[in-house]
């Protein structure tokens, strides 16, 4: 049972006093003196003994579960709102909401998700999202708990990609390069994007004060996503990465000629927004678009560049774990996680090779 309201103390009675909402009416009602419950734990519980405490309502339909689950238990990464709202909204909502939970059975969800023109890999994060309510009703006591049903609706093709990742040979990216060489900005951007395989919310998310000059390391915290600042995807996103000798010449450079260069500048901070942003995804996005059609290397999206890292190190002979480690993904499990943030020469050596493959060839400065 849950409280829905809470316990005060009058001074000036020298009393305890429940407040609480229903029918949208304020209540109060007097549990006792200090002398006779001297902590407010104490008080809590005599309101608990006299049934003053509301139970918590029960859930009619879909759309009033999807209402709670939004404000107790959704995620707080804005990236991750964002995506779950948009498939409550514009999905799950307008087919279930006005329906009882219990019509979200196996059957009926696989058939309407078959008939939904969307790719398998949308009609999957659908279902998980229908997943998560059925976890959070059973959470919650309005449902029993037991297996969950979404488990057993199967999406077909869900694991095959629709679309083949696209990495870069070394002269693509190269020719990609010479379309910059009067900005050293994106240049860097590039460079870096191919040298730890970082996602663009991660580029655009990095400041000055993320380069360790001494130590040779890049620390990776933050991501922006429609110029706000979040956490990084998953725990292991934050890493810190080493910086190869030719990567952090690059990152001299662009400090020196930047305009925003103090420690809490972004990197990669927009003039448009006077330093305040870092660039848009969008700008980035057309950008690139433009560029790669003048280099004639076909399109490519600022997520080639982590499928480029990933061949790249395969290239260079990395081994499996260090792969698992300089791509900042979670598996590979308990061998290589053990070791927290350590960099370690293997690490430092791939990174290395890597770095040079993107630098070579004239990334010189104009």
Request: with cysteine.
């Amino acid at each position: 049972m849950k409280h829905f309201g809470s316990v005060t103390f009058n001074k000036q009675y020298g009393t305890w006093t429940y407040l609480w909402w229903a029918d949208g009416k304020r209540h109060s009602k007097t549990i006792g003196t200090v002398a006779d419950f001297p902590t407010k734990e104490a008080a809590w519980w005599a309101a608990e003994k006299r049934r003053v405490v509301q139970p918590e309502p029960s859930i009619g339909n879909v759309a009033q579960l999807v209402a709670h689950y939004r404000e107790e238990k959704m995620p707080k990464r804005h990236t991750t709102q964002r995506g779950y709202d948009a498939w409550l909204d514009n999905h799950i909502l307008p087919k279930w909401g006005k329906s009882p939970l219990s019509a979200l059975q196996p059957r009926p969800v696989e058939l309407w998700l078959a008939g939904l023109t969307l790719s398998p890999k949308s009609k999957t994060h659908i279902r998980g999202v229908l997943s998560l309510l059925w976890d959070y009703a059973m959470w919650r006591g309005d449902a029993e708990i037991k297996r969950n049903p979404m488990e057993l609706v199967k999406i077909k093709e869900a694991s095959v990609r629709l679309r083949k990742p696209r990495s870069l040979s070394v002269e693509q990216f190269h020719a990609l390069l010479r379309q910059f060489e009067k900005d050293v900005c994106f240049r860097t951007l590039l460079l870096l994007a191919v040298s730890f395989g970082l996602r663009i919310s991660e580029l655009l998310g990095l400041k000055w004060c993320d380069v360790d000059w001494l130590n040779k390391t890049l620390r990776i915290e933050r991501g922006v996503v429609k110029q706000i600042v979040d956490d990084v995807k998953t725990t292991h996103s934050a890493r810190t990465m080493v910086i190869a000798d030719e990567v952090l010449e690059v990152l001299k450079t662009w400090k020196q000629e930047s305009q925003f260069s103090a420690p809490d500048d972004w990197m990669f901070a927009s003039p448009a927004k006077i330093g305040r942003q870092p660039l848009s995804y969008t700008f980035v996005w057309e950008t690139l678009d433009e560029a790669s059609r003048a280099a004639e290397i076909g399109h490519i999206s600022s997520h080639t560049f982590r499928h480029t890292y990933r061949t790249w190190l395969d290239s260079v002979g990395a081994p499996v774990g260090v792969q698992q480690r300089l791509m900042r993904h979670a598996d590979i499990r308990t061998t290589m996680n053990i070791y927290g943030d350590a960099v370690t020469d293997d690490m430092r050596l791939a990174s290395g090779k890597v770095a040079r493959m993107a630098v070579k060839a004239g990334f010189t400065n104009p």
